[in-house]
């Protein structure tokens, strides 16, 4: 490799670049210009830097309409990852917005770069097509993860969760790590699409379907399906709240993403069949089961959550089921219904997020009775909770909604006319009605309670106003007119 | 077209809406305004009969417009002698009952908006020719009716109103049910079904009617038969016929008098009045068909109510029986006209006279029994809510106009010539004797039950020793008499001179023989 | 033009955001100018769109690419069955405006969810786009539960959830359908569509439509009140504000069978014609059910409760009748029972709970409501024969074309209906004995009469409007059936509903 060469590398990893500089300047700035200054203002500036970077990043991104295979797999450049990339960086984007007003932390420069190392590594995750790529990228994403998690040093709980995100992470990663080297040691390969040439009719070999399960189970821990999901009520409740807003969207878009891409190109040949009455042995059936399990579990054991954000916790896990259906219908259309669904997902959580550590600040909890009478306490606060809550259940006109519909349609005609998956798809939507209820138990306890006496009125910060105004927007936009999305996921 | 009819059954119900709206606290404007219209209404009536050509037997005054054409229904309006006559005893005796109640207070709004709409309800019953808009205004009559029972009657009128309203909605539910199975039968693939009277009445004449219903309800030979009787519960309820007459008592003793006054002056010949109009010519075949066990039925009534009435201790009770008793008559007559009177030589003459007398009976009986329960009233006000046969005595001795004036009111009850109840009675045994001689001379029992009763009724309450109570009972005050005297005139008007009437109605009752006889 | 009803309600919801926190009047102001307002468009723009044309015909408002991928269009259009519904709908705003007019909890944001529920019930009754119609429908859910569970009185909260779990599930089990649908539309037509009157035209599989339309039909059906699944209705009603229950009976269950009608029967011919004889049997069930309960019940406003699904189940068994005359009929019953049901529920919540706080017939029979509050004795016996079915009133001919169509079909079944009739009769009477014209002298637990204690407040003026013309409403039908049916009949020969009525097959 020459010089040119490595130029060529820079420039195609140039958004990653630019967060990389974003982070060091974010970093260095923490420790020279603002020392001294208080917490806010800090927060406030390196947010600002942060999101002038990540805007950049974005802008390139977007601007750039190419398709190149750097070396083999290790970066890949084609409009549709390059949007997914621009999604990944606007949810940091509201994540570091929402979290300008923590105060559960000193340390706000490193807590700032490692939202943004976090976000380097998932974007060079969606952008791999190297099992080895893919492998470092999600390391260096999950590492940043489980220190996010940890941060709130005041608060054991927080410690807690880290711990056990870490321990949870960790022995997937060596299940990952473990079906990866099979997956080398049967095909000779590590980049995806030389895998499937050269497993390409060799049938489904009872190693390949070992590799294929260690892969799952590496990939269903990222995701919290079920049954690798035991770490994920425990974080979300105990991180800090941006840093649980963090792992619930952005991380959520990378890894379905690359889930998807490594199931269809590098299992390609091996998905075998879920639909009903038809079951061939396959990488859709199994994902099909997670997804089963995870929808009905998810659902029912959020119905009986008092706390907001073990609730969000759960309904996350029962998300991720549907996400999955997106990706075990294995069409093209279905995996671009799933990155449709993710990404509205990913907005809607972050203002759902951002809502929480709102009222978690100023009540001291975030338990369902801290909700009450927040539509008199802090009616816009509300409204954008309502927004997110209801999209999160479903309800039209709003993106949720639009998701479901998206893919359920694409799972079902993922059968052609058979309607084989139909099945998964009744589940799904028997469950998601199951799970509008607990969503309204905290838009009860918002609009329909009354607030305790005396409390006053929450003050709610500018910035974080308005970040939550504009992501309840872009929930209600992406529900009325979808194809502004869906154009850049075909 | 003439709107006149739509005009004379609209004034009653929008002045009904005027005086409710007036609201409480305003009784003399409520008083007036009600009166004025429902002099309006007589008024009405007057111009109708001096423009109403009596030797035509021909529908007059009609209106006829498409109203809801898929349905069958036409805006059908017209006036026959029948309709004429009944319009004519409404307009009379709404105002009387009025005047009647002009000292009531309580809710006088409400109470006379409801007495107008009854008399709205009656007028349209009296002039629609379609079931639509006639089974409208047949139950705009009964409403108003139950409420002026519940609300303003005497202490047991829950229990009474009740009673009045469920019997009425039986019938009137029986007799809708009748009709949209006559609908049903009459519809095809193309037109709609039939709800005007005179066409089904065609129809029944041809035998078609009797043929569809069978068609319709799956050849069931009988059905004619169980639609007439749906029809004819609806009516034999408002008559009412024995053993349906159950309400009556209790209705009438705890109406306000002037209430009672419209029940059984107008309301109970609507019952007739739809025996007349329609069972007469939609079902003769099924009445033909079970004339015998009718025929009993209206003997029944006559003799039955008669010796009921003479078991009497209240005098409102007593004049209610009577009432049944007197329209028990027209039943027979009704009956028996419509019987095959195969044998009897100008067989169309007795029935046109048995009919005759129906119709006077009718008006007869709708002015006496009113007068009636005006003196009555009158009595009634005087000492203080007493009403018992025994409650008084040689009532005469202090109120001497008094006793003259509802003497001859009882004595035209009785049926003595000279007055004007004679003829109907008269008409209508001259011509069942010849149709059902059997069914005559049985009912004879009831004129004689009748005559004993009333009879006794003069003995006890104005004859014999002066009550020691009522020694200082005022007579008929001034106003009192100008309020009877129009229809004590016209008892002996009539009572000489039917012509009046009989020259107005000759040409429909010989139509309605024709219609029904086949 | 009709599209603007719509918006207009939105716009109205977004003007009353923005008002001050304590504005009351101001709310009520702005509530019953955007009702007033949708009303008027609603009216002119039906007349309007009746004499343009074949009204049994859809006409096109707005069509518009939406969603290209799902082939779902912003199409809003209205056939004579839409025009009256959208009436009806800008009848009931007003009226539960007018007797909403003393709430003071809240109030604007009461108006906000209830002018958000009449703009979903328009939308809803315009959309010819079945994802549109899916759309619209399910928004209305959230302003129902908000209204119940803040605004309600008995048990607000358990019956707000139990409404909106059922209408939720109701919706679902519509969504799997459609899903189905839309996905064997799309093989059969070669392009993914959502436009109602493309897939009308779809010949769907029989065994698809064997499973397919019971699905969807109750679906909907649970929204209409369908026997067994109904037991949201009573307890939500009663729970409801009066303007809920008004709108709840009045309205909301229309949409439930309009969407049975529109959808479901429109899509699914053959399967219509496979489930009838169920459908019915369950349409009769809830007529008798509903009257029976009705008459046993000791609170006032779940007799009015019981009876609106009494009520349904005539529309139920007219759709199922599936001739001309039996579907009119159910036509005009949704619009009838909606003005009538508004009517009951206004005289029992508004005017008699509001003042005596009780509902119980026990308390009500010693209060001689009857000469207290005489403009709500006589509203009731007025709606009370207008619900019995009394000629004159909108009820009469509708019911009268169920029974008729009905009678042509499941002759037996129709019997046990006017079993129902004569049953409501009865409740309708005991109902009215018992808490207006009770024989029981007033005397309260301790011998006084407490009558001039607690005098009870006179009927406010915008009680009597509403009132008034709703009882116009209902008579003018009932005296000018051809107004509405003169819209509804052509619908029935328009090729939307060919293949339903030629037997299913084609």
Known sequence: MNSTDYLQMLRLAAPETIVTVTMLLVLSADLTVLRGKSIAARFHCGALLSVLGCASAAMFAFTRHEQVDLLNGILLVDPRTDFVKVAILALTIFTILISTSGKFTDHVGEYLSLILLGTIGLMFLVSAGDLLMIFVSLELASLALYILTAFNKRNEHSSEAALKYFLFGGMSAAFLLFGFSLLYGLSGSTNLTDIARSLAGKGLDPLLMVALVMTVIGFGFKVAAVPFHLWAPDAYEGAPTPSAAFIGAGSKVASFFILAKILAVGFAGTEGSAVAHGYIAGWTPVVAVIAALSMVLGNLTAIVQSSVKRLLAYSAIAHAGYMLLGVLSNTDASRSAMMFYVITYGVTVIGAFGVVTVVEEATGGDALKNFAGLSRRAPLLSLCLLVFLLSLGGIPPLAGFIGKFFLFSATVAADGNNLGLLWLVILAIAMSAVSFYYYLLVLKQAYVEDAPEGVPAIRVPVVTTLALVLLAALVVLFGCAPSLLTQFLV | MNHSLTILTLVPLVGGIIVAGLGAGRNNLVRGLSLFFSLIGLTGALCLWTHFNGTSGELQFQEKFPWAPHLGVDYFLGLDGLGLLMVMLTAMVTPLAILVSWSMNDRAHIYHALILWLQAGLFGTFTALNFFHWFMFWELGLIPAFFLIKLWGGPKRGPAATQFFIYTMVGSVALLLSFLAIWLATKTATEPGCFDFITLAGMAKSGLLTTKLQTAFFGCKNIGLIIFFGAFLGFAVKVPVVPFHTWLPAAYSEAPSAVTMLLTGVMSKMGVYGFLRILLPIFPEQIRHVLTPLLWLAVATIVLSACAAFAQRDLKRMIAYSSVNHLGYCLLAMFAAVGAATGVKDAAIQKAAALDGVMLQMFNHGLTASALFLFVALLEKRSGGLRGLEDFGGIRKVAPVFTGLMGIAIFSSLGLPGLNGFVGEFLVFKGVFPLAPWAAAIATIGLLVTAIFLLTLIQRVFCGPLNARWAQLPDLTTAERFLVLPSIILMFVLGVWPQLILGTIDATVVKLVEKITF | ?506
């Not at chain 3, 649908?181 to 064997?210: C, M, N, T, Y």
């Not at chain 3, 046990?416 to 024989?439: E, M, N, P």
Request: glycine share 10%; net charge neutral; proline share 4%.
């Open chain 3, 1 to 506: 033009m009709l599209a603007w009803t719509i918006y207009i309600s939105f716009l109205g919801v977004l003007v009353l955001m923005l008002l001050p926190r304590d504005a009351a009047r101001a709310a009520r102001i702005v509530a019953l100018f955007t009702a007033v307002l949708g009303c008027g468009l609603a009216l002119v723009g039906a007349v309007q769109l009746a004499q343009q044309g074949n009204v049994g015909e859809a006409a096109t408002i707005v069509k518009t690419a939406w969603i290209p991928a799902l082939g779902a269009t912003y199409y809003l259009a209205a056939d004579g069955i839409s025009l009256v519904l959208v009436v009806l709908t800008g009848l009931a705003a007003i009226a539960g405006i007018l007797f909403s007019w003393n709430v003071e909890k809240r109030t604007k944001e009461f108006f906000a969810f209830y002018l958000a529920l009449i703009g979903g019930v328009y939308g809803v009754f315009l959309s010819f786009d079945v994802l549109l119609l899916f759309v619209f429908y399910e928004l209305t859910i959230i302003p129902k539960y908000f209204l119940i569970a803040r605004w309600g009185s008995t048990r607000k909260e358990y019956g707000a959830m139990k409404l909106a779990l059922y209408s939720f599930v109701g919706s679902h089990l519509v969504l799997i359908g459609l899903i189905a649908a839309w996905v064997v539309a799309r093989g059969q037509l070669g392009h993914a569509s959502l436009d109602l009157v493309e897939l009308s035209k779809v010949a769907f599989p029989a065994s698809f439509q064997h499973w397919v339309f019971p699905l969807v039909f109750i679906g909907f059906g649970i929204l209409a009140g369908i026997w067994p699944f109904h037991t949201w209705a009573p307890t939500g009603h009663v729970a409801a504000p009066t303007a809920g229950s008004m709108l709840l009976a009045g309205v909301v269950m229309k949409l439930g069978a309009y969407g049975c009608l529109r959808v479901a029967m429109v899509m699914f011919p053959e399967g219509a014609h496979e489930w009838q004889w169920a459908i019915a049997a369950l349409a009769v069930t809830g007529i008798i059910y509903g009257a029976g309960v009705a008459l046993v019940q000791r609170d006032f406003k779940f007799v009015i409760g019981y009876s609106s699904v009494s009520h349904m189940g005539f529309v139920l068994l007219g759709l199922a009748t599936l001739n001309t005359i039996g579907l009119d009929g159910a036509v005009l019953q949704m619009f009838s029972h909606g003005i009538i049901a508004g009517l009951l529920f206004a005289v029992v919540g508004r005017m008699v709970y509001d003042r005596t706080h009780t509902r119980d017939f026990n308390d009500l029979e010693k209060m001689n409501l009857g000469k207290l509050l005489p403009f709500a004795g006589v509203t009731f016996t007025i709606a009370g024969v207008a619900s019995m079915g009394l000629p004159g009133f909108s009820g009469f001919v509708a019911e009268f074309q169920v029974l008729i169509g009905a009678w042509q079909v499941f002759p037996k079944m129709t019997m046990l209906a006017g079993v129902g009739i004569v049953v409501g009769v009865a409740y309708t009477l005991r109902a009215l004995q018992k808490a207006f014209y009770s024989d029981t002298p007033p005397v309260a637990p301790d011998g006084h009469d407490h009558h001039d204690d607690h005098p009870l407040e006179p009927i406010s003026t915008p009680e009597r409007v509403g009132a008034v013309m709703l009882i116009a409403a209902s008579l003018v039908i009932g005296l000018f059936p051809t107004l509405l049916m003169d819209w509804i009949e052509p619908c029935f020969k328009s090729a939307l509903f060919a293949r339903l009525l030629n037997g299913g097959g084609q």
